[in-house]
């Protein structure tokens, strides 16, 4: 299989609402850390939509993760933009693990949620800082892209191509 050119729409849109949502999460995260304090303590917790937007918002995360390897196995991604080597491999690792946490995040909160499994509750809350690391990483490593390199990176998740 050649590689494509570029993302396609479908690629960028997923990775941007994927943003836009994971963004979500860390922002109201109150609802559902405040109901899971409650069910730990045995009391009803009550219906707060935020707690709902926190579940439906993160099994979307989880779909769109699987779409969009999906789509790369299908369809591939544009070669890498190195500058050096050690720079693709940071870059491809960085990249793994962030769909790694878009699986193990939804799913960690899901068994801890449905299944009460407070284990789960503490993976959960371990891997929420190892993924908003890996995201400042990515951040930084595209704005280095963007500012220092100048090689056109950030365009390729801005406009489709190929
Ligand atoms: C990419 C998806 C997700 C992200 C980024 C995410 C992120 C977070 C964050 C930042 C917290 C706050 C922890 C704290 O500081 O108190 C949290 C708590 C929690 N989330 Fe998620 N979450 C995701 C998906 C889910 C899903 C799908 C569920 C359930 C079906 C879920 C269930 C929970 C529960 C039960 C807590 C409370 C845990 C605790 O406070 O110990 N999460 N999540
Ligand atoms: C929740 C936050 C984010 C996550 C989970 C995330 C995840 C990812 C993943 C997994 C890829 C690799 C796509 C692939 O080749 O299959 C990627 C690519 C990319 N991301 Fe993000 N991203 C996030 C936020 C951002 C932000 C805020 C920016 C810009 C400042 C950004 C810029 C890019 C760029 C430019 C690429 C393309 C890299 C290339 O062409 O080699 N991302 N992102």
Redesign the pocket.
């Known amino acids: 299989m050649t590689a494509p050119t570029g993302y396609s729409r479908t690629q960028i849109a997923l990775h941007w609402v994927a943003f836009g949502?994971?963004a979500a999460?860390?922002l109201f995260?109150?609802a559902?850390?405040n109901?899971?304090?409650q069910?730990k303590l045995g009391v009803e917790a009550g219906f707060d939509p935020l707690v709902l937007a926190?579940?439906?918002?993160?099994?979307l995360?989880?779909l769109f993760a699987l779409w969009r390897l999906a789509l790369r196995a299908r369809r591939g991604v544009p070669v890498a933009i190195e500058s050096t080597r050690i720079q693709g491999i940071l870059a491809k690792l960085t990249h793994v693990g962030l769909y790694a946490?878009?699986i193990l995040?939804?799913?960690?909160?899901?068994v801890?949620?449905?299944g009460g499994v407070q284990l789960a509750?503490?993976g959960?809350?371990i891997m929420?800082v190892i993924?908003?690391a890996l995201i400042a990483l990515h951040i930084v490593g595209a704005l280095y892209h963007q500012f220092v390199l100048r090689d056109g990176t950030l365009a390729r998740m801005r406009r489709a191509q190929g």
Do not use: C, E, R, T
Request: aromatic fraction near 10%; glycine fraction near 8%.
């Open positions: 949502l994971i999460q860390y995260k109150d559902i850390s109901a899971w304090d069910i926190h579940v439906a918002g993160g099994a995360v989880l946490l878009m995040m939804p799913v960690s909160g899901a801890a949620w449905f509750a503490q959960h809350n929420k993924l908003l």
